[in-house]
């Protein structure tokens, strides 16, 4: 591509980005963008939503100007797909940029704390490693890829465009300890718990930033401050869906919860709560519950076999289900089953309570504080204002990761 062709993509793609974030980038921020040229960090066959719940591949070859108008848009790039899922993608730039504005990596910021080293976690295809070697110079970052054959693609990425950071295959759970501690720890992924290596590589007084994601609600940015103590806080922020933590060895493989408590005692009940108000699509109360209700997920299920419209709810660790109906007819009054050791429905009812009484907070009135001894406190607008889930759901938030 021919420089006014990649300054005309760009400014396009600024242009996206500012209407996205509600005006334009810090300077120093549009200029590494400007620097940093996106087409050169895609595979040749890229894949975008279809608006019909999957996905359309883009292949360079044979339309390479759809490609190319792909590339230098506002959108998220499927660029890896595993046994039919999507792995790896190139980030919404309007989200990647924004998380570099929360990651604290402008000029002013970087005097605060000297040397300054950053590590990212989860290179993906280098573009955002691209960026930050822009913002902080030659050696000064870490980057940390899981998947053996992004790792080797996204450090020739970074050659063929002119950078050069530490490119390490690996575990990013693990962090990287050779060239800790690091001012800055960035990862591209979303996680529900913080890996302790993350906090024992940071410097007293870096940043931790991380995409956040739970059982119910993959949704929220998390920006902690590590102090010399070792304890990690910081609130969470309105934006962003990420692709989970890959683990490093295949897990185990969960039980179905339905297959294993058909024999349990089934508990029916009646309640005025809507199963819509809880899983409806509102993302405050959403990210509330996967906060306060860990482990808790749901579908929805509208074949009729059942009812005109069921929520299943269940816990991918325990025997335990809920089912709420919607009998086609009645908006006040819902049927509930629930059976386990989880009373699921009910944790979920306490803690959209516990939702509307503390004033319908969003996502961004919640914080967390990460102790020393890998503890996880949830609060709402201060510390001193602490979350309390059901004893089930303090178990799994307490837990060491």
């Known amino acids: 591509m021919n420089a006014p062709a990649q300054a005309a993509n760009t400014q396009g793609l600024l242009t996206e980005v500012a209407e996205q974030l509600g005006g334009p980038l810090p300077e120093e921020l549009a200029a590494a963008l400007r620097q940093v040229p996106r087409h050169q960090f895609l595979p040749e066959t890229i894949w975008v939503r279809d608006g019909q719940g999957g996905y359309q591949h883009i292949n360079r070859s044979t339309d390479p100007d759809e490609w190319m108008a792909a590339a230098y848009a506002d959108q998220t790039l499927v660029t890896q797909f595993t046994d039919g899922l999507p792995t790896s993608s190139a980030s919404m730039p309007s989200m990647v940029l924004r998380m570099l504005q929360l990651t604290e990596v402008t000029a002013p910021e ?14 993906g295809t280098g573009f955002n490693a691209a960026l930050l070697c822009a913002l902080l110079g030659q050696g ?10 992004l790792a080797e693609q996204s450090e020739r990425n970074l050659k063929a465009a002119g950078y050069a950071p530490t490119v390490v295959q690996g575990d990013a759970a693990k962090g990287c300890p050779g060239p800790a501690p690091y001012a800055r720890v960035l990862a591209t992924f ?8 993350w906090i024992a590589q940071t410097a007293p007084g ?7 994601t739970s059982a119910w609600c993959c949704y929220g940015t998390l920006a902690l401050t590590v102090s010399a103590s070792g304890t990690a806080q910081g609130r969470f922020h309105d934006f962003a869906s990420f692709m ?16 294993h408590a058909i024999a349990a005692e089934e508990a029916k009940s009646a309640t005025a709560l809507s199963p819509w108000a809880v899983a ?3 993302l405050d109360v959403e990210f509330h519950l996967g906060l306060t209700v860990p482990g808790a997920f749901f579908s929805w299920d509208t074949t009729g076999e059942h009812a005109p419209v069921r929520l299943c709810i269940e816990d991918a660790t325990s025997a335990s289900w809920a089912t709420v109906d919607y009998d086609g007819t009645h908006t006040t009054e819902f049927t509930v089953t629930q059976t386990g050791p989880r009373r699921l429905w009910d944790e979920i009812a306490a803690a959209y309570a516990s939702w509307t009484n503390n004033g319908r907070p969003g996502v961004d009135r919640h914080g967390l504080t990460v102790h020393a001894d890998g503890r996880h406190t949830l609060w709402l607008d201060s510390p001193d204002h602490t979350l309390d889930p059901s004893a089930e759901g303090r178990a799994k938030i307490s837990k060491n990761p």
């Open 140 to 149: 000064t970052l870490t980057t940390v890829e899981l998947d053996p054959v």
């Open 280 to 282: 409806g699509g509102d």
């Open 206 to 212: 870096g940043r931790i930033v991380t995409p956040w």
């Open 110 to 123: 970087r005097t605060r704390q000297q040397p300054f080293k950053a590590i990212e976690l989860g290179t």
């Open 244 to 259: 989970p933590m890959r683990p490093s060895s295949e897990p185990e493989t969960a039980h179905s919860p339905h297959a």
């Open 190 to 197: 979303s996680v529900d718990q913080i890996p302790p290596a």
